[in-house]
């Protein structure tokens, strides 16, 4: 058995202790967390600890805090020479503090509070300063995921970049095409269709294959009557500005 404690209560942290309480092969022997209210419906509160000087032994520390806060959380655990990770994709290896053992912990998903997560398929990426430790975690990996990856620091900042644009952009873009929707008085439910194909295409075709639309074919027509349309400076530079980035790609 794997000895982990969680160290943390955000969306992260609360999704992790689900799936680590159901792994076979892993004992979430207790969490830590400023407010143990935040996790009481999620273990016995005799499992919460509040104190960093209570924080019991274990094989494992994983740190999942905001990243501003990783430095500072793992400069307060009271031991030292054991195994401590963080689960930030932007954060190097080297934000953890130098008196115990560093890795990293990462899984690549989109988190909501409230909303069940599936591990299984989500890519959990690992880095560790030694082999030994390495192993400990990626056999951590694959007791909640088909899919463990070595990724060093600068390879996590990449894809952390890119998570940022075909995630939290694209969600922005649908809150855009929402509030179109409803100022119109048309469902937003009726683009539902168009966005699944959208995402399926990419798991057979290249982004660049699969892109279609009015900025691809030079409609100029089209393109001036969207303009035209759109009210909110926002959306209308907005739109602009990709529709160019589109034209500048295709050229390529």
Same mark, same amino acid.
């Given at each position: 058995?794997?000895?982990?404690? &969680? ?5 992260? !942290?609360?999704?992790?202790?689900? @799936? &680590?309480?159901?792994? =076979? ?7 830590? !967390? ?6 009481? #419906?999620?273990?016995?509160?005799? =499992? ?9 032994? !274990? ?13 500072? @959380?793992? !400069? ?9 990770? #963080? ?25 909501? =509070? ?58 922005? &873009? ?11 008085? @048309? ?12 995402? #399926? ?28 349309? &759109? ?19 295709? =050229?390529?």
């Amino acid at each position: 058995m794997i000895k982990v404690v &969680l160290i943390g209560s955000g969306n992260v !942290a609360q999704h992790l202790i689900q @799936v &680590l309480l159901q792994a =076979k092969n892993v004992d979430l022997v207790q969490a830590f !967390a400023r407010n143990p209210i935040h996790l009481s #419906h999620l273990l016995p509160i005799t =499992k919460i600890t509040a104190d960093y000087q209570e924080i019991t032994e !274990a094989d494992l520390y994983i740190v999942s805090v905001s990243d501003n806060a990783i430095d500072e @959380v793992s !400069a307060q655990l009271p031991f030292e020479n054991r195994l401590v990770v #963080h689960t930030s994709g932007s954060s190097q290896l080297s934000i953890l503090n130098d008196k115990n053992r560093k890795g990293v912990f990462y899984p690549l998903q989109t988190f909501t =509070k409230g909303k069940e997560i599936d591990f299984t398929p989500i890519p959990i990426c690992l880095e560790a300063e030694n082999e030994t430790d390495y192993q400990l975690l990626e056999k951590l990996g694959n007791c909640i995921s088909q899919k463990v990856v070595r990724i060093n620091s600068e390879q996590r900042k990449s894809l952390h970049v890119a998570a940022v644009f075909v995630c939290n952009f694209v969600n922005h &873009l649908y809150q855009i095409g929402n509030e179109i929707c409803e100022e119109n008085n @048309v469902p937003f439910e009726v683009l539902h269709p168009l966005i699944q194909e959208t995402a #399926h295409k990419i798991m057979e075709l290249s982004p660049k294959e699969a892109q279609t639309g009015p900025a691809l074919r030079n409609d100029t027509k089209t393109i001036e009557k969207h303009l035209d349309f &759109l009210e909110n400076p926002e959306y209308k530079n907005l739109y602009q500005l990709l529709t160019q980035s589109i034209q500048h790609v295709k =050229k390529l």
